[in-house]
């Protein structure tokens, strides 16, 4: 939960008006938990209709504690759930409208976990200049993920929601120094053990009963499931770690 400072009238920019708070204590408050926040990024997600921060006579915005809040839960969905920013958007303001809704399911999730359908709904398409914005990353980059095959528009133009959770997890890897052409066998791999996975299913999908085809489904989702959980043991055993 973020708090707010208390205490006496501060000086500068940095000072509270009447519950109110300049753009530098709200930075303050949310390196907290985001150490990588910048007023910049404050100011992106302002233009992108996550917040609206009052303006004094004199242009300078300030924040009330409700902005602080609803900022903080707008960088923990991108965070933790790799969300585009329209879906967020549109989800806290049926938060604040009093709707019940779940939180979409797109981006991260467990090793080998699937979701289930009763979880809330998914965001099956994003733009690309949604993608772009969900990861905070440029064209030049998003092309060259492109170019070694890490990220595939659909033939519309379109990305699935699984290509937010790749970005995102291109993103957390490069600030390793693991650059994206060094992902290149682990999208070979991957497509290898897809691979497998249609070989086994393959002729259920083809069969003439619908029963059968979405049993064919069922059995693809449980297969990538043991495949995901297979290769993060290998990877572990490989490594003599173990992840929680």
């Not at 233009?47 to 915005?61: K, N, V, W």
């Not at 390793?176 to 249609?198: C, Q, S, Y």
Request: proline share 6%; net charge negative; with cysteine.
């Amino acid at each position: 939960m973020l708090r707010t400072p208390s205490g006496g009238v501060g000086h500068g920019t940095a000072a509270m008006d009447n519950g109110l708070m300049s753009i530098g204590t709200v930075l303050t408050l949310l390196r907290d938990e985001f150490p990588e926040v910048t007023i910049s990024k404050i100011r992106f997600l302002e233009s992108e209709g996550l917040i609206e921060p009052q303006r004094t006579p004199s242009g300078y915005r300030k924040f009330s504690p409700g902005d602080v809040e609803r900022l903080g839960h707008v960088l923990r969905m991108q965070r933790d759930h790799y969300l585009p920013l329209k879906v967020i958007r549109e989800h806290l303001d049926a938060v604040e409208r009093g709707e019940a809704l779940s939180l979409p399911s797109v981006g991260r999730q467990r090793d080998g976990e699937a979701l289930c359908e009763s979880e809330g709904p998914t965001v099956a398409r994003i733009g690309r200049a949604e993608l772009l914005a969900a990861v905070e990353i440029g064209e030049q980059e998003l092309e060259e993920w492109e170019s070694y095959g890490l990220i595939t528009p659909l033939p519309e133009g379109v990305y699935d929601a699984e290509a937010v959770t790749v970005a995102g997890l291109v993103v957390e890897l490069g600030r390793f120094g693991i650059e994206p052409r060094h992902l290149r066998a682990v999208k070979a791999a991957a497509d290898r053990e897809a691979g497998l996975v249609d070989q086994v299913v393959a002729p259920l999908r083809r069969h003439r009963n619908p029963q059968t085809r979405a049993h064919a489904e069922a059995q693809t989702k449980e297969l990538a499931g043991l495949a995901v959980k297979l290769h993060a043991a290998l990877v572990q055993s490989a490594l003599g770690v173990r992840l929680p």
